[in-house]
């Protein structure tokens, strides 16, 4: 954010008050300074709040990893942050009312610029009800119809701009809501001049043809303040009226920014206390662990965390997939901040009623969101796609949703098509596994409520039945424990199970050392 802030202020040396700072959410969730702010110091004035109101942000669009800190966190940061905290969307159930401001207005020059703020609805396929009680989340493109045509009647504005916390497209599609809305709105829903997106992490940047044969510039730049989105808009006045305007802008990297100096020294104290917490010694890990390792087989780093979710629960069967795509904790002295490599967000641990079957058909969809259908020796196992030149591959589909499997012992055939991929052979202590038995199944919290559809579309149970198939509910964040086990531990040493492989290996082994230098050839 220093170098975030080093490029704005040069920005506005040249347009003064006509430069508008902007965010669409995901502030409060991610993190160590965010977790100290949030729970461990509660109390004190949240860090993202001050940042909002140092750096002079004209408005925020709220995100969903905003809501999953629960109502004592975002409720707090909002009266604490000057600026405008926009959701047209989310509605308050007591008043049907919008539970944030949906929109706010500014003027420049004479130009009234309205921006629009609309959240992605998905929210109760991930989190706890009691994290978003009293809301309700309404479809984005009915809420952007809706308050488009309120504030063209109400507001008269000159440029309108949303401030979407929504991927393009794809996500979690329902009879109700979709979850990534930005294409459809760009397309469907005329009158909007530009529209500035993030959710999925994709930086994108592209003109959109509405259904009147206007162009939208529509903007996303990615995730982590590496990227900004630099906007300019041309406005022509003839008696103060608009007669023309043009729109363009660009994906700008900040990586290489200088870190502003006077941000720095003004939140120094914050950054000693947070230092002085994340720096804390719990442990020491004999050996260095990966997530890397978790796409091509068992793995020491996601099998650390299976492990302990059935330590916890007690549970008969644990799922879990890394939550960064490429990080590790290395050997040696394990401290606080470490733990946020290992689990990024404040999931709490599930355990859900499950079938054999409903496990077994978890697995498949869950294996053919990263392996292909292999149908000779030379294709890639892994679905993977280049990126650009300076990123080089990725995977096609999020990472964090590709979980595998602790307590069965299991082969997974690339070369078979989805459905027939898994074959599961016997529980891990050589019980009998039977797809009409039920098991007990750890999962976190995300996973449990629905997150990723491995539940739901996967394995195949309502969204609406999630609720009675869980068992168990974790007081405490997945983290705690995680720590707890650490500091109780004092030394240890995690090992992959080795309880699961990709066959046929004269095929796969191959492929993954392909695949493997493919996906980290820009990364040591």
């Not at 497209?169 to 909007?192: H, M, Q, W």
């Not at 990024?344 to 355990?351: A, L, R, S, V």
């Not at 992959?496 to 050839?521: G, H, M, Y």
């Amino acid at each position: 954010m220093a170098r975030v802030y080093s490029y704005v202020k040069k920005l506005r040396t040249i347009y003064g008050k006509n430069l508008l700072l902007l965010d669409n959410g995901d502030i409060l969730q991610g993190q160590p300074t965010c977790y100290y702010c949030n729970y461990i110091k509660p109390e004190s004035k949240n860090v993202a709040a001050s940042i909002v109101n140092y750096m002079e942000y004209d408005a925020q669009t709220i995100g969903n990893h905003d809501i999953e800190t629960g109502h004592n966190v975002y409720d707090k940061w909002i009266k604490e942050v000057d600026c405008p905290i926009l959701g047209a969307n989310v509605i308050n159930t007591k008043t049907y009312k919008p539970y944030l401001q949906p929109y706010t207005m500014f003027v420049r020059d004479g130009v009234r610029i309205a921006v629009i703020g609309l959240l992605t609805p998905a929210i109760p396929y991930w989190l706890n009800e009691k994290l978003w009680s009293g809301l309700q989340f309404v479809n984005m493109t009915e809420s952007a119809t809706y308050w488009l045509k309120y504030v063209k009647e109400k507001e008269n504005p000159d440029i309108i701009i949303g401030l979407f916390h929504s991927g393009r497209d794809g996500g979690i599609t329902t009879t109700s809501y979709e979850e990534n809305s930005i294409l459809k709105i760009a397309r469907d829903v005329p009158g909007f001049d530009l529209i500035l997106y993030g959710h999925d992490h994709q930086a994108n940047k592209e003109y959109v043809t509405d259904i009147s044969g206007n162009k939208v510039l529509c903007l996303n730049p990615s995730s982590n303040a590496e990227y900004v989105c630099d906007v300019s808009i041309n406005i022509k006045l003839k008696n103060g009226t608009l007669y023309k305007k043009n729109i363009y802008g660009n994906i700008q990297d900040v990586t290489e920014q200088p870190v502003d100096e006077d941000f720095m020294n003004y939140f120094k104290d914050d950054i000693a206390n947070v230092s002085s917490f994340v720096n804390r010694k719990i442990g020491t890990f004999i050996n260095s662990i990966h997530t890397r390792d978790s796409y091509f087989g068992n793995s020491a780093f996601c099998d650390f965390i299976h492990n302990l979710q059935l330590k916890v629960t007690g549970a008969e069967i644990s799922f879990n997939a890394p939550l960064s795509f490429d990080t590790s904790v290395k050997a040696g002295d394990v401290h606080v901040h470490d733990m946020f490599k290992l689990y990024k967000y404040e999931n709490q641990i599930y355990t859900i009623r499950m079938t054999g079957k409903e496990i077994h058909d978890y697995l498949e969809m869950s294996y053919a969101l990263w392996t292909n259908t292999m149908n000779k020796s030379s294709d890639h196992i892994m679905q993977i796609e280049r990126i650009d030149e300076h990123n080089g591959y990725g995977f096609k589909n999020l990472a964090f949703n590709f979980d595998s499997a602790a307590g069965i012992d299991y082969e997974v055939d690339v070369t078979k098509p989805y459905g027939k991929k898994i074959t599961i052979f016997q529980m891990s202590d050589g019980a009998v596994f039977d797809e009409n038995k039920w098991y007990t199944v750890a999962m976190n919290s995300y996973r449990g409520n629905g997150g990723g559809e491995l539940l739901t579309k996967g394995a195949g149970i309502p969204h609406n039945a999630l609720a009675n198939r869980i068992l168990y509910e974790s007081e405490h964040d997945q983290r705690y424990y995680l720590m707890k086990e650490i500091k109780d531990a004092d030394i240890l040493n995690p090992q992959p199970n080795k309880n699961w492989k990709f066959v046929p290996e004269n095929w796969t082994k191959p492929a993954i050392q392909r695949d493997k230098a493919l996906l980290f050839s820009m990364t040591n």
